[in-house]
Structures are given as C-alpha cells and as structure tokens.
C-alpha cells in the first residue's frame, strides 16, 4: 500500500475561511515532510515542511501540524483567498537519508467560493 | 528567484520513438530528481542523481529510462521507445543539499505518446 494519503479528496471553503488540508502516513522512518501546492498545469509549488523533531511550524497564513503519535499532518491556510485553489499535496521523505527522494500523497483539490 | 526549468513545455511522439526531456536545475544545486504524474493522479518519484550517478531510482525507472548530465547546467531523461503508458507531467526538481533541504520543482512537460 501507499505511505503518503489524504483524507478529503476535495474542499470548498468560503473566500475568507481558513483551511485545514489533512494526510496521514505510515512509515516511522519518515523525518520530513512538506507542503505542495499545484495550480494547474503547473508543477508543485513548496509552501512549508516540517521536520520529524518539530510539532507545529508556521509560515505566512499557513501553519503545519505533525502528530507522530497517529502519523497525521495537517495544512492550516488562514484567511483562504481565491489564489489559493489548487491541488495540496503532502510529501514525506521516507528514507531518513541524503538523498531526499519524496514520496507524494494523492491531494486535496481546494475550491475557494468568492 | 532562480528556478527550475524545464523543455519543451510538450512533447507529441509516437509510441515506440524516443524522447529527451530537458531540465536547468537550479544552479547552486547538487541533488537533481525526475518525477512523474499520470494526468488526475499522485506524483511519482523516478530517478535521484548526485555526483554524476543515479543515487535511487523506483520501479518505474527501468531500462527503458536513462539519466544524463552532459554538461554543468543540463539534466535530462531519455526514454528510449515510449509506451502508450509513458504519456504523463515530467517533473524535473532539485536540491542545494542534505536530504531537509526544499526540492524546487520544474514546470513540467507534458509528453504524450500516440
């Protein structure tokens, strides 16, 4: 089976909201894991990460949460505006290694409604 | 900002020719990835290079796909005789350094086999 997943397929959210994307892992060994965003036709866009040693980091409206306890992460977009719809994806790196090979959940398609 | 970039943007070929795709990583950047995604699915990681030899490489990167950095800027995937289901977003993407390191990623390009 996949170590990167998602629970909502898809979110519409109201211009102004905040946003909570979220995705679950399952490999222990994972020490790192980021925050795409992808618009469309376009390739994934770095937003934030997180390494396995933090339990909450913060960036410009976006927040990330990491719960090892369950393997959960979770993307916080404050004030959701209309440039944020896209598709978010969570990534980890499961080797704890050097080489950083990324391992990508399926995504969450965002809608923000004006 | 410097970034990642990627031609051509779209590739038409028939099924059975070979393809070379091509990517400027980022310049300063030591660690360079092919991924793929097949259109509505997750990304796929393919292939890692460092130091001039392929570091990793998944069950999709077999003998029909090859690596090369011919020169100091230019990185680029050869699929040798594509298959109908080659059709998909490359993804070039780099790295500065260690594996925590942001992977920036390329635009992509669009290859479709016929």
């Known amino acids: 089976g996949e170590s990167v997943g998602l629970h909502l397929p898809t979110l519409s959210v109201q211009e102004g909201d905040n946003s909570i994307i979220n995705c679950a892992y399952s490999n222990s060994a994972s020490d790192y894991f980021i925050w795409y965003k992808q618009e469309s036709g376009k390739g994934p866009q770095f937003i934030i990460d997180?390494?396995?040693?933090?339990d909450k980091r913060q960036g410009q409206r976006v927040t990330v949460l990491l719960n090892k306890t369950v393997k959960h992460l979770s993307l916080q977009i404050a004030a959701t505006q209309p440039g944020d719809s896209a598709v978010y994806f969570c990534?980890?790196?499961?080797?704890?290694?050097?080489?950083?090979?990324?391992?990508f959940g399926k995504g969450t398609k965002l809608s923000v409604k004006p | 900002e410097p970034e990642v970039t990627q031609t051509p943007s779209h590739q038409v070929t028939q099924m059975g020719q070979e393809v070379i795709l091509r990517c400027v990583p980022i310049s300063n950047h030591l660690y360079f990835y092919w991924y793929r995604q097949i259109l509505g699915q997750k990304v796929e990681f393919l292939v890692s290079f460092y130091n001039n030899e392929i570091s990793e490489k998944s069950e999709i990167f077999d003998d029909q796909f090859s690596v090369e950095r011919p020169d100091g800027s230019n990185f680029t995937l050869k699929i040798r005789s594509t298959k109908l289901e080659d059709s998909a977003m490359y993804f070039c993407?780099?790295?500065?350094?260690?594996?925590?390191?942001?992977?920036?990623f390329g635009p992509g390009t669009r290859l479709t086999v016929l």
């Open positions: 993407a780099s790295r500065r350094g260690p594996s925590t390191d942001t992977q920036y």
């Open positions: 997180i390494r396995s040693n933090m």
């Open positions: 990534a980890e790196n499961p080797y704890g290694g050097s080489q950083g090979n990324l391992i």
